[in-house]
């Protein structure tokens, strides 16, 4: 099993993703710079980290979705590779079109950081299928740019064909329907704006990230 | 190398310059100095920069200690905490600019404290802050708080660094003059430490990070100067930050410090180019020449008295050692940000600056740095107070006073605030804002052990008496981190007063200075940086004293560590330490009895030691279940954050033969501590406790959903936390 994590300027969850991968695979996670053009083909799992790439400058994830490291990421998503991005990462697959909808500024429009429960919408995903049957879990969230937003008839699909994974307990920042977390039609492309890699550690206040990476990692 | 301007006594007067001090560039230089040598000398000899109306009294400080490998002198101070490990740390204001552009002057705050971290070699892994505003009904002070807290959060969220914790108040004193002081805590290998000093002769000169603009030109001077109903007018002067391109300075540096490329670093903070070049060569023993044409600028047709005053942000200078230039270029170069070879060093003691084939400065470094003035200001020691008595203040209805205090504007929840900074990122934080606790705790990446940090000052205390108040608020900061159970190792301050011209305003200066060293020399706790900031003043008024601290502690195994909020059902509550009920200058007083009068509370630090000692006994041997202090709003408050914290109900009673009741819960009597103990630990626990000479006792149990005593207090718990966490939402809302 080997797992990457995708490094862009100024992301800023990248270690805390890594060192949630080493901590369910026990091995060291891949860093991979923005400008390399290739995702290596021994990659089995991918994370997009949380963090401010490229500054937040023009829309969140909007100039990382147009890196090199991305198009090759995209291409090889569609292919069946299993991804997942968090906060910035969400933002960045949003930004490429892999997932539907877009995240716009929080309803509060302040920056929001607190412990955030979340319903487990669907617990037979690839993401999911490790939590067996808990109905709820709790993630840190920290986001600006978190209400997820997308047309009536893209959330009605996304509901129907359970695509929406978590949703918020408390909306938090204003999202359609309460998403916080959806995957793609493939189910192998996943993003969530709280943040799984911030609840591994019992000293973090909880480990519910855990069954989330053991799901993904189990389902390859 | 004439310059056009002829230097006239206004020119010299607009650059904050006495007469005299003008006298004395006359002299060294032996010549009138052109307007660029003008300008350099005028920001290195401002307040800001040449510390002359406090330097003498600085020296006094407790600077040395077992674990401390850098005191102040250097960007920031360095100890060591064990295994090859080493924490860096300062706390720096940033008022001026904050009030006149409360965003980014927070922002650029936040940004210059993190670049005096990461200049040493450590990365930054924790950031705090202290904060002061008017009063909450002044017409700024909503604005304030809105644009200070988004531009702390703004950069600090973006750069990736924890903000874990910090202090808000509000009063009156500050209403034309608020208070942005923000630190940063970072991680180094003791070995790996980076320091300013300039060496050797001919080696290359680096320039690295954002464009030089005009932004920022004389702010280290307006941060030295008094504001009057113009001052909005020195918006130009607030500098502009881009965490975006920190961030990236951040990953550069890291990356070269990893080699040996760099022989010396040094951020451009305050004063830019100009303290930069002069410090490292000063330091170093120097010469600098440098070609301001290779600058990378960020407007056209920049003059050298631009760039050199110039305080744009992320920005930093390094002497590189020679044959390293390319991997210095291609370091820069990966990240993406600007990088140039702007100069040298040389052996003339000189720094000498060409701009266009012509020589435009060139003045000896030396009376740049080490003749800058140094001032006796005439000081006098601010009056004492009498004590209050508390059989004269009344205290009717517990309950009604415990829900005013709560939801009043100083003891109310920050929830507000720290909802919008980015807590958890880096994932080590194990306690922060969140819990309200004493102290936040910081993980060390990739070990069991962890720093404890906090910030801490009562003016209030400060202005009724500047030497208990200064002792008072080092001693805070030191029972905070024993409160956690980390061992409290070391201190940063951020110094700010009013003009030190008036002699009482030097009074609290230097009244303040002597009880905090006091204090320090108790705790064997020296103080490793800082930072000072005069001229707090708006129209002749000056702010309330206010020396705020930042300590450091070391908890060494996170097996042992306490933070308020573990109380358990059934749990004794403890008192270490004695209560008389000492009402003066509390906020009780000012809350509920209206009235700001009073001697503060003494502070002795004897007991402060002994009692904070064996509570840190206590939480390593795995005695204590949660643990407070009783500080601002005294007993009954800390009680009450205690159960709040963990969600459990209180019963308190009276300790037998206490003081009146108004003294007994709101009283503000230093050296005490709540401890939540199983029932079974009551007995060991106070019996030792009798052994040592400390005063303990049993005054409450945990348990059920209200805060309630046998003196008629009966509140539910959720009614108090409804009360403690509108006021700031509803202040901000309204």
């Excluded at chain 2, 194990?430 to 705790?441: C, H, K, R």
């Excluded at chain 2, 900061?477 to 061992?487: E, F, M, P, Q, S």
């Excluded at chain 2, 005054?699 to 005593?709: A, N, R």
Aim: glycine share 10%.
């Amino acid at each position: 099993m080997k797992t990457a994590v995708i490094v862009f300027p100024a992301s800023n969850c990248d270690r805390d993703a890594a060192m949630a991968l080493e901590k369910v695979t026990g091995r060291p996670a891949q860093m991979i710079w923005h400008r390399e053009t290739e995702i290596p083909s021994d990659i089995d799992f991918v994370v997009i980290p949380g963090g401010f790439s490229y500054g937040d400058y023009l829309r969140c994830g909007a100039i990382a979705s147009r890196s090199p490291i991305v198009k090759d990421m995209v291409e090889k998503a569609k292919k069946g590779l299993p991804v997942a991005g968090f906060c910035n990462g969400f933002q960045i697959l949003t930004e490429t079109g892999l997932l539907p909808g877009a995240l716009m500024r929080n309803n509060g429009l302040k920056f929001v950081c607190r412990p955030q429960r979340l319903r487990i919408n669907n617990g037979n995903s690839r993401f999911t299928s490790a939590y067996g049957g808990t109905p709820e879990v709790t993630f840190p969230i920290a986001h600006h740019d978190g209400n997820y937003y997308a047309e009536d008839a893209v959330l009605n699909k996304l509901e129907k064909d359970g695509r929406v994974l978590f949703k918020y307990v408390g909306n938090p920042n204003g999202s359609a329907r309460d998403i916080a977390g959806i995957c793609n039609e493939d189910g192998n492309v996943f993003g969530m704006m709280p943040h799984p890699e911030r609840a591994i550690d019992p000293l973090h206040g909880g480990t519910d990230g855990i069954n989330l990476f053991k799901s993904i990692i189990e389902s390859i | 190398m004439a310059q056009a301007t002829e230097i006239t006594p206004e020119i010299v007067s607009e650059h904050g310059l006495s007469i005299d001090e003008y006298q004395i560039i006359l002299d060294r230089l032996g010549r009138a100095p052109n307007l660029n040598e003008l300008g350099i000398f005028s920001v290195m000899w401002s307040e800001h920069c040449s510390y002359k109306s406090s330097r003498r009294h600085l020296g006094k400080f407790l600077t040395k200690g077992k674990r401390v490998i850098q005191g102040p002198g250097e960007n920031a101070g360095v100890i060591d905490i064990d295994d090859g490990d080493a924490i860096i740390f300062k706390m720096e204001s940033h008022n001026h600019p904050s009030y006149i552009e409360p965003y980014q002057g927070a922002a650029t705050g936040v940004g210059g404290i993190m670049r005096d971290v990461f200049t040493m070699g450590a990365r930054p892994i924790a950031l705090m802050n202290a904060l002061r505003f008017g009063e909450p009904n002044h017409s700024k002070t909503k604005t304030l708080v809105d644009g200070v807290v988004a531009g702390i959060g703004g950069y600090g969220n973006c750069v990736g660094v924890p903000t874990v914790g910090g202090e808000t108040n509000f009063h009156k004193g500050y209403n034309g003059n608020i208070l942005v002081n923000a630190m940063c805590v970072g991680l180094a290998r003791a070995d790996k430490v980076f320091y300013s000093a300039a060496k050797g002769v001919g080696n290359p000169i680096f320039y690295v990070g954002s464009k030089t603009g005009r932004d920022g030109i004389h702010g280290a001077t307006m941060a030295s100067a008094e504001f009057d109903d113009d001052s909005e007018e020195k918006r130009p002067t607030v500098q502009v930050g881009d965490p975006f391109t920190e961030k990236l300075l951040i990953e550069a540096c890291m990356e070269l410090m990893a080699t040996d490329a760099i022989i010396a670093i040094q951020d451009m903070g305050a004063a830019g180019l100009t303290s930069s070049s002069v410090e490292m060569a000063d330091k170093g023993g120097v010469g600098i020449e440098l070609n301001l044409d290779d600058v990378p600028q960020r407007e056209e047709g920049m003059t050298p008295y631009e760039m050199m005053l110039s305080e744009s942000q992320e920005r930093m200078l390094m002497v590189i050692q020679p044959g390293k230039e390319q991997l210095a270029f291609d370091v820069f170069h990966k990240w993406e940000l600007d990088v140039a070879q702007i100069g040298h060093t040389t052996d003339t003691g000189r720094l000498v600056l060409n701009h266009k084939g012509k020589v435009v400065c060139d003045i000896p470094i030396a009376p740049l740095a080490d003749d800058a003035p140094n001032y006796d200001r005439p000081h006098t020691p601010t009056e004492k107070r009498e004590p209050i008595n508390a059989e004269t203040i009344a205290l009717t209805d517990v309950s009604t006073a415990l829900l005013q205090m709560v939801g009043s504007p100083d003891l109310s929840s920050r929830r507000w605030i720290w909802e919008q900074y980015d807590r958890h990122v880096m994932t080590d934080t194990v306690d922060s804002s969140q819990s309200g606790g004493d102290a936040a705790i910081v993980r060390i990446h990739g070990t069991n052990k962890a720093v404890a940090i906090t910030t801490d000052v009562t003016p209030r205390y400060c202005y009724a008496d500047p030497y208990e108040g200064g002792k008072q608020c080092v001693a805070e900061t030191w029972r905070n981190l024993t409160c956690v159970g980390a061992d409290p190792i070391a201190i940063t301050d951020c110094l700010n007063f009013g003009n030190p011209e008036r002699p009482e305003i030097m009074g609290q200066f230097v009244g303040c200075i002597d009880g905090m060293n006091e204090a320090c020399r108790a705790f064997d706790y020296p103080v490793v940086s800082g930072n000072v900031s005069l001229y707090n003043e708006t129209n002749g008024v000056a702010i309330p004293p206010t020396p705020a601290v930042g300590g450091v502690g070391l908890i060494p195994n996170l097996d042992f560590y306490t933070t308020l909020s573990g109380a358990k059902d059934g749990d004794a509550l403890i008192i270490i330490g004695e209560t008389s009920g000492w009402l003066g200058s509390s906020i009780y007083l000012r809350e509920v009895a209206g009235s700001e009068d009073g001697a503060p509370p003494p502070v002795d630090l004897s007991k402060e030691k002994l009692n904070g000692d064996y509570v840190r006994r206590l939480i390593r041997d795995r005695r204590t279940h949660a643990v407070h202090d009783c500080s601002d709003g005294g007993l009954l408050i800390a009680a009450t954050e205690m159960a709040l914290a963990a969600g459990i109900g209180v019963d308190i009673h009276r300790a037998p033969n206490s003081c009146p009741i108004s003294g007994w819960y709101f009283g503000e009597d230093q050296a005490r501590y709540l401890l939540a103990v199983d029932p079974n630990s009551v007995n060991p626990i106070l019996s030792t406790a009798e052994g040592k000479g400390i005063f303990a006792a049993q005054i409450g149990t945990f348990g059920g959903t209200k805060v309630s005593s046998n003196d008629g207090l009966n509140l539910e718990l959720s009614k108090i936390r409804s009360t403690y966490e509108a006021w700031l939402p509803g202040l901000m809302e309204s």
